[in-house]
């Protein structure tokens, strides 16, 4: 790996203990230790990327999605390794059975029996999608090392309570709802002060967006999975007459990208009455209901955060546009708009 601080190539005993050997200083991840086999570099190469070279602030749970991505392209078995095991079982059991030593054949039809067990879970998808890391375990795992060497999170990423009240509307500039049950979007919103611009009072569930004083449209953002489509359905039931506008896209739209990346997490599912309730809206195909039931998730998380400030900045302003003469006037000139060809992601695949 290469030393975060003086650059220098670092073998593995040249870098004992998480400090290099040349300039004696320490780092916080080392690849062949972390779990996402991460290093300094890449952490602050993929969160310049994710903050747009510090233009915005991420959550945490951005970052962790950003640097898990790769591992949860790939199956739970790296693909290199079943052919060559299988491969090598077939013969030590082939020579085994020539040899007639029943010890020695008995050891390789084990290790047979092993690696076909191997290909055959990954053949079936048991572990794809589901994070090295959980997000939930990313703050303990990754940041709290890289917190313990550089005294701070990576630049751009919000510490716990950054956000705390920042961006909430102002008492008579009210005009809706925004309902987000992820607390890391709505840190991530509210911290860019997007409620506040357009009189959006947040809100993670529809019990709370019922509470707000205000009769105005509901902008629903939410994970692509069934708990979101079914989130759509309960906000409807809370608000009756009230617009609701689901912010997000169709599930075979997002499946056919080839840059979305979905995850799953173990033990996680959707209930039967819950698949039975999507089942009843006849908007999805076998096979999508199948995608669902299995627990997979495109997360809010996962988009890219320049990219989830433009889509959601223009919905709310095709929301309040009709509901404020000065908010219409200055969207009409362009001052509360962004552009509309949304910026590339710099990260790439990471």
């Known amino acids: 790996m290469i030393c975060p601080h003086c650059e220098r190539s670092l073998l593995r005993r040249e870098r004992t203990g998480n400090r290099c050997s040349h300039c004696?200083?320490?780092?916080?991840?080392?690849?062949k230790t972390n779990p996402l086999g991460l290093n300094d570099l890449r952490v602050r190469r993929i969160t310049t990327a994710l903050t747009d070279g510090g233009r915005v602030r991420i959550t945490p749970d951005q970052l962790?999605?950003?640097?898990?991505?790769?591992?949860?392209?790939?199956?739970?078995?790296?693909?290199?390794?079943?052919?060559?095991?299988?491969?090598?079982a077939v013969i030590a059991t082939i020579a085994?059975?020539?040899s007639e030593v029943p010890q020695v054949l008995f050891l390789t039809a084990v290790m047979l029996l092993v690696a076909l067990g191997i290909a055959a879970a990954r053949a079936a998808g048991v572990g794809k999608g589901i994070p090295t890391v959980p997000r939930e375990a990313f703050p303990a795992q990754v940041l709290a090392e890289w917190r313990k060497v550089y005294g701070a999170l990576p630049a751009g990423v919000l510490d716990a309570g950054d956000s705390a009240g920042a961006g909430a509307a102002e008492p008579g500039a009210v005009f809706g709802v925004l309902v987000c049950p992820d607390p890391a979007v709505l840190a991530f919103l509210v911290a860019d002060g997007l409620p506040a611009r357009y009189g959006l009072v947040p809100?993670?569930?529809?019990?709370?967006?019922?509470?707000?004083?205000?009769?105005?449209p509901v902008l629903v953002l939410r994970d692509i999975d069934a708990y979101g489509e079914l989130l759509v359905l309960r906000v409807r039931d809370a608000l009756p007459g009230r617009t609701v506008v689901d912010a997000a896209p169709p599930l075979r739209t997002v499946r056919a990208l080839p840059q979305a990346v979905p995850y799953r997490e173990a033990g996680r599912r959707p209930g039967a009455e819950d698949m039975r309730l999507l089942a009843g809206l006849g908007t999805f195909t076998p096979e999508e209901l199948k995608w669902l039931a299995k627990g997979w998730r495109f997360p809010l998380v996962g988009l890219p955060p320049a990219r989830l400030l433009t889509v959601v900045e223009r919905?709310?302003?095709?929301?309040?546009?009709?509901?404020?003469?000065?908010?219409?006037?200055a969207a009409d000139l362009g001052f509360l708009t962004w552009p509309d060809t949304a910026a590339p992601d710099l990260a790439g695949d990471r």
Do not use: I, M, N
Not at 315 to 329: I, Y
């Open 96 to 98: 085994a059975a020539v």
């Open 64 to 88: 962790w999605y950003a640097l898990s991505r790769k591992r949860l392209r790939d199956d739970a078995f790296a693909p290199g390794c079943v052919g060559p095991a299988v491969g090598v």
């Open 203 to 216: 809100a993670r569930s529809p019990e709370e967006a019922r509470a707000v004083p205000s009769s105005g």
């Open 315 to 329: 919905v709310a302003g095709q929301l309040t546009r009709g509901l404020d003469a000065d908010r219409r006037r």
């Open 24 to 31: 004696h200083r320490s780092y916080a991840l080392d690849p």
